[in-house]
């Protein structure tokens, strides 16, 4: 059930990605979108290209969650969505946090940051429940006898 939990919070975390999180005017922007604009925010250079890295290697990490999740593999699965929610969750609460300006010229829209907060918090839930879950073998019993 953990996983499941967790790849429906990694799909809505990715999908949360390409929803608006930039309003300048009328014009609205996606998160991929707003990366392109790094320069202005006086991220250009190595540390632009780290978080442009990270950021864009969000996606292929949720995909390969999801193929782990189902070929069994559920542990390593679980702390990679750890890491994914972890990342994508940081970046889109302080985004949402920031949120909310609705007079201003420029500003956060919330629609993405939200989903995607949404789904990052869904995602480490699900990992964090199949890393507690206990699971029972064929050699264990009741009594505690082999």
Known sequence: MGAVLGVIGLVTAVVG???????SGTVTRTSYEVLALRGFAGLDGVSGEVVRGV?????PLAVCCVILWSTRLQRFASWLALLFGTIGGTVAALAAVQGGSEGALVGISLTGPVVTLGGAVLAIAGA????TATTRTASSS?????
């Open 128 to 131: 964090i429940t199949v890393l």
């Open 142 to 146: 009741p009594g505690g006898a082999p």
């Open 55 to 59: 950021w864009v290697g969000l996606t």
């Open 17 to 23: 990605t390409f929803l608006p999180w930039l309003r």
